[in-house]
């Protein structure tokens, strides 16, 4: 008999495949002229210490939150300062909305911030790198208000009456969410924030990705609200953030923080820039 998969790792595959999808499905609209051995061989040369220390920091960012953080929480100030705000976007709920909106929280995210990330490598590998150098600083930026100042989420605060629409689609999707998130830690939104900043770097890119990615990181920010995981002033609060980030990634030389590594020898070479630019 075949052991039964954890509902967390049944999650984790679940998430993972259907970002694997789209971002295959990414690079054949966006990326068609690139070969899978080239772009496995710049994966070794250069991108798995971009993407590998950004998964680490997100790794190492969500154990802090979740073994250290104030005991009580500030979510009835935010509730004091919105009001029903969330509670008024979810009256357009229905079944198909559900669904569409839990597929674009749990893949739409992963899959603009990776794409992007070799999107922009395609037309300008130094603007990819202060992408990376962004990113890192976003999350990073976040770290003292996961732990100083914990927010519960919308659908878990009473007085809200926000309907936990995320966790009434599949079991395994809600043990997945609770496994992996304090649920007080919705101040700022990262799933703002990141697909905010993947569009400031997706302009370095053409204007028909920049076009794409707007629209899926307009829908990832909404799907935040529709399924009660994030308040506005998260959202807003988020923005201020990514500003920041933006400035530090465009001001500090990436290279200082983030070498270019030598993988056994292997240099990167400098990749043809992108001549789409519709």
Known sequence: MVPAVPPAMAYTLLVATGSILALVGCAAVFLPDRRPVAFAKELVRTDWKYLGVAWLVTAGVNEVAHQFHAPGTFTWVIYEVEGSLVANVQTIANPALTAFFIAIYLIGLPTIVLFTYFKVKAHDEHESRRYAL????????????????????????A????????????????????????????????????????????????????????????????STFYLGIHWFVDAAFALVLVGVAYVISRRVDPERVLPVPDFFGLRPKVLSPDRETE
């Open 134 to 157: 962004g990113y890192l600083t976003l999350v990073s930026l976040a770290v003292p208000f996961f732990i100083f100042v914990p927010v519960g989420i919308p659908s878990l605060y």
């Open 159 to 222: 007085p809200a009456e926000v309907r936990p629409l995320a966790f009434g689609v599949d079991p395994v999707i809600t043990a997945g969410m609770f496994a992996t998130d304090t649920m007080v830690k919705a101040l700022p939104s990262l799933h703002t924030g990141l697909a905010a900043l993947a569009v400031l770097y997706a302009r370095k890119a053409t204007r028909r990705y920049t076009v794409f990615a707007t629209g899926l990181a307009a829908t990832v920010v909404l």
